[in-house]
């Protein structure tokens, strides 16, 4: 696990209740180029914290907050609250990825400020990202679900947890997506912009190693409040 922000690397210690036998552990990751966040875990809540680039084309930047799963399996998260640093294209959402490459294949059911919710992915490695369409409209709180079935991979929303559907936009909600082996799957943010995004996940759930409730996990030896207070920056 490592954060990186204005050339300091923030050593972040997270560890969760084993209610699993094979329970494992949330991991933090700023994948690609510049991409700097943290994820801070409290109660119920993971919150996500990240500068950015974009998620989309060939390779993409962001802060991600993932297990490794493999086979059929999905999770399930509340968005609480988002704090788009890029109102129109910064993202944020689930996402399961075959690694935490930049240019890795991967599934994305994304929230944006002004464009909608939709599922965008990219089919094969450093391939292209799509789709470009719009949205649809979604208020918060909101359920977000991504599973796996074989390679298809389908997005869906709730407003209540329970009863769910078919996320729309985009060219709808499901793609075909080879991935083999252990996969990564968990919360993704990016900014797309220089100023600080957020996003507040509670009652994560799910398959495999997603079915369990989130512990306080360790405290970090340098706050983003700080960081942010360094940088000149005030984030709600």
């Known amino acids: 696990m490592r954060t990186a922000t204005k050339g300091i690397c923030v050593a972040l210690a997270m560890t969760l209740a084993a209610h699993l036998a094979h329970a494992g552990k949330w991991e933090t990751q700023a994948i690609g180029d510049g991409a700097e966040g943290d994820a801070a875990f409290a109660d119920d809540e993971i919150t996500v ?4 680039g974009d998620i989309w084309d060939a390779a993409d930047t962001l802060m991600y907050v993932y297990q490794e799963t493999n086979g059929d ?3 399930s998260a509340r968005v609480a609250e988002y704090t788009p640093s890029n109102p129109d294209w910064g993202k944020a959402g689930l996402m399961i990825r075959q690694s935490v490459d930049a240019d890795a294949a991967n599934a994305f059911i994304n929230l944006t400020g002004t464009n909608g919710l939709k599922l965008i992915h990219r089919d094969a490695q450093a391939g292209a990202t799509g789709p470009g369409d719009a949205g649809v409209d979604y208020d918060l709180p909101l359920y977000v679900k991504l599973t796996r079935v074989s390679d298809t991979f389908t997005a869906f929303t709730s407003g ?10 985009g060219l709808g909600p499901a793609a075909d997506i ?42 970090l030896a340098t706050t983003w409040a700080e960081l942010r207070a360094d940088r000149g920056r005030v984030v709600r």
């Open 49 to 52: 914290t990240a500068i950015t």
């Open 73 to 75: 399996m999905e999770i």
């Open 160 to 169: 209540d947890g329970g009863s769910w559907v078919e996320a729309g936009g």
């Open 178 to 219: 080879p991935m083999n082996g252990t996969i990564v799957a968990g919360m993704a943010l990016s900014s797309n912009g220089p100023d600080v995004a957020e996003i507040v996940f509670d009652t994560v759930d799910g398959t495999d190693v997603f079915t369990r409730d989130v512990e306080p996990g360790g405290k």
